[in-house]
């Protein structure tokens, strides 16, 4: 019976997936351009839906062929053929099935979007910012090996070094699906430079990352912003300190949530262009409004979840790093190695990947698949 559902489910699927490569060829569709988007993401989706379908298909069709084949053949060597094949067969079935039931599951719409990071050193003080620092460090190196493109838009160090704040852009297929894991408190152990006596300090940094909000997702009154330029500050050679390329932009914007006009005032500085740190500052200006819009969203799914798993919420301690024992702890899934140095020079793709499956899992708890 559960075959049978979940291919009853797949068949349903066949129209929807016509339909759709209809529409995406429509000129009034095309003009649309938040539907196109949308349609062509739903017919990519479906198409590999399709092909796993076609796939699934066949591996139940050997294992019929091959069992028809050892009933009634009486050639040993057609017979040894057909056991191969149908152990094959029966190997990928059950691999094909989870593959079908976790795309069958309603994917996060953000997943695919790059993701706009935010860490602050929180409480710590100097340790907090320099830890803040190599939370930094450790996404860049990640980011690297990812092929990912990295854009800084705003900073403020920290007087030891690291940062109190840094904002960054992380551009790439699948980005925000794979960062968003990283939202919340993360805690430092760690004996600071400054500590005479070699006791052990705990401090913390938040990091936020939030899916970047495409122009057409957010409505903006672009008349109604605010600018000012200004001159940068900090390294860059004599061309920062001399022109004001540095924007900063103040926006009123009505929380559809609460009802209540709030200015949001953003600031820009990381490149030497004034028009490319204006852009810059839109886009963060976008992402902002798309995240406080959306976490009604967010607070929903959270709320329906029995962990915490990838809900965005900033005040959740997620990770322990303790340098003495070089131990890193993600208290999710309570995920626990020792290898420290790696992860901080951006080896973190294991534990992404745990905190992958525990999601998936949950999802087709939920699901009932």
Known sequence: MATLSLIDRLDILEPRFEEVSTLITDPAVIADQQRYVRLTKEYHDLERILEAKREYVSALAAVEESRQILADEEDEEMRQLARQEL?????????????????LVPADPDDAKNAVVEIRGGTGGDEAALFAGDLFRMYQKFAESKGWELAVSSYSEGAAGGYKEIVFTLTGAGV????????????????????????????????????????FEVEIHEGEIRW???????????????????VRLRYNWKNPNTGQVEEILIECTETR??????????????TFIYDREHQKYLDDIASRRKTMVSTGDRSAKI?????????????????????????????????????????NTEKLKSAEL
């Not at 001159?231 to 004001?244: D, F, H, I």
């Open 176 to 215: 925000y699906g794979v960062m968003k894991y990283e939202s919340g408190v993360h805690r430092v152990q760690r004996v600071p430079a400054t500590e005479t006596q070699g006791r052990v300090h705990t401090s913390a940094a938040t990091v936020a990352v939030l899916p970047e909000a495409q122009e």
């Open 319 to 359: 990770r322990t790093y303790n340098f003495p024992q070089g131990r890193i702890t993600d208290h999710r899934i309570n995920y626990t190695i020792y290898n420290l140095q790696g992860f901080m020079n951006g080896d973190i793709q294991d534990c992404i990947d745990k905190l992958t499956v525990a999601e």
């Open 273 to 286: 262009d004034q028009p490319k740190n204006k852009e810059r500052a839109l886009s963060r200006l976008r």
């Open 228 to 246: 000012d330029t200004f001159r940068s500050g900090g390294a860059g050679g004599q061309n920062v300190n001399k022109v004001e390329s540095g």
């Open 87 to 103: 152990d094959e067969a029966q190997a990928r079935i059950p691999e094909l099935e989870e593959r079908i039931k976790l795309m």
